[in-house]
């Protein structure tokens, strides 16, 4: 597996994301490229055609995916109120505004919504990062203390 050093919460920001782009990682570099979908002429658009197998399309959630995420939410929450209004929420017309307009009422459980949701992001994005060959580097690596005097260390330690 190669390793890169990514912005993992940039990413499920992408993955999430509901914007009208493509974003694009560089299997090389580990770096995204960002383009507008109506974009067909750009160089980073031809960089993309020319060298297919650099670049892999970052995936969007759609919105069944994005429902199917707060019903399994819905599985880990036992209030007796809030459970049958997000439910409902989503089997109607705009499932997602609803959900999310009837949440606002709950400010705890939006809480735990935003964690699980987060949770299940970054399991996606590391998901997919592993079927293309990638394991993200840790974000900060360990102290190496070869030849650090203790009392500096000790310090270190302290501002940690």
């Known amino acids: 597996m190669r390793k ?21 990682l560089d ?15 750009s160089d980073e658009r031809q960089q993309i055609e020319l060298d297919p197998e650099r670049y892999s399309q970052v995936p969007n959630l759609d919105i069944p995916q994005r429902v199917a995420m707060r019903e399994s939410f819905l599985f880990t929450l036992d209030d007796p109120h809030a ?4 439910s409902a929420a989503l089997t ?38 592993y079927e ?6 840790p974000d900060k690596l360990p102290l190496d203390t070869r030849g650090i005097p203790r009392d500096i260390l000790r310090r270190l330690s302290k501002s940690a």
Do not use: C, M
């Open 27 to 41: 299997l090389e570099s580990g770096s995204v490229l960002s383009l507008p979908a109506e974009d067909h002429y």
């Open 83 to 86: 459970h049958p209004l997000l």
């Open 92 to 129: 109607g017309r705009r499932p997602l505004r609803a959900f999310d307009y009837e949440i606002e009422a709950f400010p705890a459980i939006r809480e735990q919504w935003q964690a699980y949701e987060i949770k299940q992001l970054r399991e996606y994005a590391l998901n997919w990062l």
């Open 4 to 24: 890169f050093t990514l912005d993992l919460d940039a990413l499920t920001r992408l993955i999430n994301g509901r914007e009208q782009q493509e974003n694009w």
């Open 132 to 137: 293309l060959g990638i394991e993200p580097a």
